[in-house]
């Protein structure tokens, strides 16, 4: 209950999504901080990547999250990952790390 995401498309052909899901303490993803912050997943087709589909989507997901009244989003991702560049620079800080996996959460009130 809550869920919510978008979807990418060029022309008719979905090239990409990201969503956010909450989820609860007994059940969750590797980038849970609490229950009343929504977890984010992201993905674009590997042949499109690089091309600015990623940053819209996260940018349209954050939209939907303050119009939804969402007060922050985390996620996880691999320290290695080219995406962790894109967290920062829309206002992710790192709060957590997992072996080479900071946790990130954006405060949607502020970014």
């Known amino acids: ?14 090239v990409g999504a990201a969503w956010c899901r909450f989820f609860d303490a007994g059940s969750h993803g590797y980038g849970f901080v609490s ?8 993905g674009v087709v590997a042949g499109r990547r690089g091309e600015g589909i990623g940053r819209v989507l996260l940018t349209g997901l954050i939209d939907e ?5 969402v007060a922050s989003i ?6 290695d990952n080219p995406a962790v560049a894109l967290y920062l620079d829309v206002g992710f800080v790192e709060v957590s ?8 959460v954006l ?3 502020t970014a």
């Open 35 to 42: 229950a009343d912050v929504p977890e984010l997943t992201i």
């Open 1 to 14: 209950s809550g869920d919510f995401g978008v979807v990418a498309h060029d022309d008719d052909v979905p």
């Open 97 to 104: 790390r997992v072996a080479d996996s900071p946790t990130m």
């Open 74 to 79: 985390s996620l996880s991702v691999e320290a």
């Open 65 to 69: 999250a303050r119009q939804r009244g």
């Open 107 to 109: 405060d949607c009130r």
